[in-house]
């Protein structure tokens, strides 16, 4: 699967929206993550706050490198062995995507466009199916 070049230019220009705002972003993702399913709270066994930099950090890469899938999917790829070396399951996907679309809706507001939304979706997707 790949994205548009309106896409990829949906997703980059709204995550740089989200930036200013990453630490707040991680904490409303993981609160999401483990309101839509508390056990994946057991998967985490370190510093939350560190934990949500983290992934804000790592979206950042994705996001900024999706015009540059030769070099983004052995990092994607790696990215998937470590996690399933966690006990993330295939399920654990859908339920990051959720948490993550939530996320944004209520970082982006009114800039969380249906069409944003799909952009979004559509990364959240590839990046997922290369992980998996």
């Known amino acids: 699967?790949?994205?548009?070049?309106?896409?990829?230019?949906?997703?980059?220009?709204?995550?740089r929206v989200v930036q200013p705002m990453s630490s707040t972003a991680g904490k409303l993702f993981y609160g999401k993550l483990f309101q839509i399913d508390p056990p994946l709270e057991d998967l985490f066994t370190g510093d939350l706050e560190q934990q949500g930099q983290k992934f804000m950090q790592i979206l950042a890469v994705a996001?900024?490198?999706?015009?540059?899938?030769?070099?983004?999917?052995?990092?994607?790829?790696?990215?998937?062995?470590?996690?399933?070396?966690?006990?993330?399951?295939?399920?654990?996907?859908?339920?990051?995507?959720d948490a993550l679309m939530w996320t944004l809706a209520m970082v982006l507001?009114?800039?969380?466009?249906?069409?944003?939304?799909?952009?979004?979706?559509?990364?959240?997707?590839m990046l997922a199916g290369i992980m998996k």
Request: aromatic content about 8%; charged content about 15%.
């Open 1 to 15: 699967m790949s994205l548009s070049p309106q896409q990829v230019e949906l997703v980059q220009s709204t995550f």
């Open 63 to 97: 996001v900024g490198s999706l015009t540059n899938l030769p070099m983004l999917v052995p990092i994607v790829q790696q990215l998937g062995v470590r996690h399933a070396s966690y006990g993330v399951t295939q399920e654990h996907y859908d339920t990051t995507r």
């Open 109 to 125: 507001q009114d800039r969380y466009t249906d069409e944003v939304r799909s952009a979004w979706v559509s990364a959240y997707a």
